[in-house]
């Protein structure tokens, strides 16, 4: 009886020994690429909302309009003035903040679908299952589009539409571990000792999904911004007076011709982040893979 314990204790005794592994990956190219950039974008954002920009983002000083890159300007002014550097910095905290909070509410909502789904199979397994193919059979984009046009623009808004939109992406994440790992020993045995449902799917299976559900958190996180920063070119994300990179590359394309700089910035800042995110889920992925035992 004690050996059939241990054993269904053993999922949860597995978790710490996977955390060493974290520390290799700054050891690979991408993993450290991807740590330097999300975290440099961090620090900007991070100084932007305590107010350490270099100027006001929202203050304006007609004596300077299309003010090309210089030592005073690194990254140019726009048409009003205002320092296109500290609105890129103040747009990083815009688009991290939807971002993180999107993906808070998919991986949450949609790792314990998943879960539940794997675990239970049968008539509950193939009713979510086809509610995500629905949710598979749109764009995301368009369906993010919809759902924010039926709650209004607004950073909160937009947050919950790409959380609604990249739940099934989770569900899937986290169904697919849960289908092989319902029938393995210790899952077996938890149920002949008594075990509640409730006890077997958190302590037991949930622990399990950690290092997908990481990988697919870290990537989401990328396609977040991206959507975000598409509704705010649109005019449905992030609204002023408050600064997005969505917003500065839908002003910037119709001022090219005035100061190319008010194009290119935003749109390499958003590009630049977006592939640190993606450099760092891939390294995330080598590094927690459960077949990598080295």
């Known amino acids: 009886m004690s050996d059939i314990a241990q054993a269904s204790s053993a999922p949860v005794g597995a978790v710490p020994s996977r955390r060493p592994r974290l520390t290799r990956l700054w050891q690979t190219k991408s993993g450290l690429a991807g740590t330097i950039i999300v975290s440099v974008a961090i620090i900007l954002a991070v100084l932007a909302a305590l107010g350490l920009t270099p100027y006001g983002p929202t203050a304006q000083d007609p004596t300077v309009r299309f003010q090309s890159p210089t030592a005073a300007y690194p990254l140019g002014t726009d048409q009003f003035g205002r320092d296109v550097l500290s609105r890129i910095m103040s747009g990083l905290v815009s688009s991290?903040?939807?971002?993180?909070?999107?993906?808070?509410?998919?991986?949450?909502?949609g790792t314990l679908v998943g879960l539940v789904a794997g675990f239970f199979g049968e008539w509950i397994d193939r009713t979510i299952m086809r509610i995500n193919d629905v949710f598979f059979a749109f764009?995301?984009?368009?369906?993010?589009?919809?759902?924010?046009?039926?709650?209004?623009?607004?950073?909160?808004?937009?947050?919950?539409?790409i959380g609604i939109v990249f739940i099934p992406l989770f569900?899937?994440?986290?169904?697919?571990?849960?289908?092989?790992?319902?029938?393995?020993?210790?899952?077996?045995?938890?149920?002949?000792?008594?075990?509640?449902?409730?006890?077997?799917?958190?302590?037991?299976?949930?622990?399990?999904?950690?290092?997908?559900?990481?990988?697919?958190?870290?990537?989401?996180?990328?396609?977040?911004?991206?959507?975000?920063?598409?509704?705010?070119?649109?005019?449905?994300?992030?609204?002023p007076p408050m600064p997005s990179l969505g917003l500065m590359v839908s002003d910037g394309r119709n001022l090219v011709g005035q100061g190319a700089w008010l194009l290119i910035a935003p749109s390499a800042a958003i590009v630049i982040v977006v592939v640190g995110l993606n450099l760092l889920g891939d390294g995330l992925r080598d590094v927690l893979d459960p077949k990598d035992d080295r």
């Open 96 to 109: 991290l903040l939807v971002a993180v909070s999107s993906v808070a509410i998919a991986a949450s909502i």
């Open 139 to 161: 764009p995301a984009i368009l369906l993010a589009l919809a759902i924010v046009s039926a709650l209004g623009s607004g950073w909160r808004n937009t947050a919950l539409a």
């Open 171 to 239: 569900v899937r994440v986290a169904r697919g571990p849960v289908l092989a790992l319902r029938e393995v020993d210790y899952i077996q045995a938890a149920r002949v000792l008594g075990f509640s449902r409730s006890r077997i799917l958190l302590r037991h299976l949930l622990p399990n999904l950690g290092s997908a559900v990481i990988v697919q958190v870290a990537l989401a996180l990328s396609w977040a911004i991206i959507t975000e920063s598409s509704l705010s070119f649109l005019g449905l994300g992030t609204q």
